[in-house]
């Protein structure tokens, strides 16, 4: 009788094993290419796109994003300590590169994209309707570290989209075609790998 047990063998390629020095700095990639939504205190609106972000704690949830001082965004956090992180999608590719090159001192990005402002529950600051999920936060902190600033921030609501709630009531992002940015390009996600502990997870064997 044939052993039914199958042995899974991780084979690890040794083709990145020569290596290149190159000079320090930011080689993090592929990262999450977001769209953040700031108001100032008139309540004038603006959008940025924003590369250095993520998560930083989950009990309270807290997010961070970096900003240049010389963004015209920048002053607008400032003055309301808040922001709105909306997350990015295949549809969305040409409005989060259109947001990250042009300025909000030159052009009303709501209006030329022909984005939609929904109004948010905890925060002052307009979320984008098209975005499949749209996180609210409110600064608790800048750090000054060089040509960034970093804003930590609580997370104190999120919203997502009801289009990709299944009846259990999971939240799939993954139809909702996330992008990431890389090395000046951006790139959609389109299979899944695994799922978290599939690694050590014991597989049961069908009986033959």
């Not at 984005?115 to 936060?137: D, G």
Request: aromatic share 8%.
């Amino acid at each position: 009788m044939k052993d039914n047990k199958r042995k899974k063998e991780v084979i690890i390629s040794k083709k990145h094993r020569k290596k290149r020095e190159w000079k320090a700095g930011n080689m993090i990639y592929p990262i999450p290419a977001v769209m953040v939504t700031v108001a100032d205190k008139m309540g004038k609106s603006n959008i940025i796109t924003v590369a250095w972000t993520g998560t930083i704690c989950t009990n309270p949830p807290m997010a961070y994003i970096s900003v240049r001082p010389e963004r015209y965004s920048y002053h607008m956090i400032k003055e309301t300590g808040e922001f709105v992180i909306n997350l990015t999608t295949k549809e969305l590719t040409f409005a989060t590169d259109y947001c990250g090159v042009k300025s909000g001192r030159d052009v009303d990005k709501f209006q030329t994209l022909h984005l939609t402002k929904q109004k948010a529950t905890k925060v002052s600051v307009p979320l984008i309707e098209e975005s499949p999920v749209n996180i609210e936060c409110k600064v608790r902190k800048c750090i000054e570290l060089g040509s960034h600033h970093m804003f930590l921030a609580e997370v104190v609501s999120v919203h997502v989209s009801e289009t990709y709630i299944d009846e259990k009531g999971t939240f799939h992002l993954e139809k909702a075609s996330p992008i990431v940015y890389s090395h000046g390009m951006y790139f959609d996600l389109k299979q899944r790998l695994g799922t978290f502990g599939y690694s050590i997870k014991k597989r049961k064997d069908k009986k033959q």
